[in-house]
Nanobody, 120 residues
Framework: QVQLVESGGGLVQPGGSLKLSCAAS????????MGWYRQAPGKERESVAL??????NYAESVKGRFTISRDNAKNTVYLQMNSLKPEDTAVYYC???????????????WGQGTQVTVSS
């Protein structure tokens, strides 16, 4: 069983910054990729940023403003969000795609979600 715990959300003014963290615990043999998604009221969940061994990928709406990074030793993924806009307001979810044993198939796990509100 893998558990993800997120932290770092909150209320920030437009143009401000926040840093989200997501730490995974439990039985993890290897991590294939990690990511951040968000869901605004009345909208579908969308991918914000992904990080793999090969690099990173960002949604067009956050390129140049958000940075995803990870600490492999801590099984933790971060999302640094700068120049925040009101349209960034959403619940942000982290996601880990892992193998829990050498022979297991890939499995996906979600964090509990953290609210980010950008408002003056």
């Amino acid at each position: 069983q893998v558990q993800l715990v997120e932290s770092g959300g909150g209320l920030v003014q437009p143009g401000g910054s926040l840093k989200l963290s997501c730490a995974a615990s439990g039985s993890i043999f290897s991590v294939n990729y990690m990511g951040w998604y968000r869901q605004a009221p009345g909208k579908e969940r969308e991918s914000v940023a992904l990080i793999t061994n090969g690099g990173t990928n960002y949604a067009e709406s956050v390129k140049g403003r958000f940075t995803i990074s990870r600490d492999n030793a801590k099984n933790t993924v971060y999302l640094q969000m700068n120049s925040l806009k009101p349209e960034d307001t959403a619940v942000y979810y982290c996601y880990f795609n892992v193998r829990v044993t050498e022979w297991a198939i890939q499995s996906g796990y979600w964090g509990q979600g953290t609210q980010v509100t950008v408002s003056s």
